[in-house]
């Protein structure tokens, strides 16, 4: 089992930015490829970004590439993602989850263990 606690999130005019962290404990966490998701009221949650086991290989949205930044911290056991200039269309719930070891990255179904997520709103 492993158990995953996102924080950071708020609201942001804008603009702004915010770093949100995912907290793990229980597995080894350097196991895992970790990812985060968001969701937005009304939609299918999708993929944000995606860092393998050591941090050196990551992967974005196509749409967010440029303005948000995956990196993890084995030592804490904690994953972030730094999200800059924000837009009012990044309002969503963002979770951080764990990939199972098989299937794609991009997809939810790869994932094993879910946080409780935590809420991004970007005021325009």
């Known amino acids: 089992q492993v158990q995953l606690v996102e924080s950071g999130g708020g609201l942001v005019q804008a603009g702004g930015s915010l770093r949100l962290s995912c907290a793990a404990s229980g597995r080894t966490f350097s196991n895992y490829v970790m990812g985060w998701f968001r969701q937005a009221p009304g939609k299918e949650r999708e993929f944000v970004a995606a860092?393998?086991?050591?941090?050196?290989?990551?992967n974005y949205a196509d749409s967010l590439k440029g303005r948000f930044t995956i990196s993890r911290d084995t030592a804490k056991s904690t994953v972030y993602l730094q999200m800059n200039s924000l837009k009012p269309e990044d309002t969503a719930v963002y979770y951080c989850?764990?990939?199972?070891?098989?299937?794609?990255?991009?997809?939810?179904?790869?994932?094993?263990?879910w946080g409780q997520g935590t809420q991004v709103t970007v005021s325009s």
């Open positions: 989850a764990t990939h199972r070891g098989t299937g794609r990255y991009y997809i939810t179904g790869s994932y094993a263990y």
């Open positions: 860092i393998s086991w050591n941090g050196a290989s990551t």
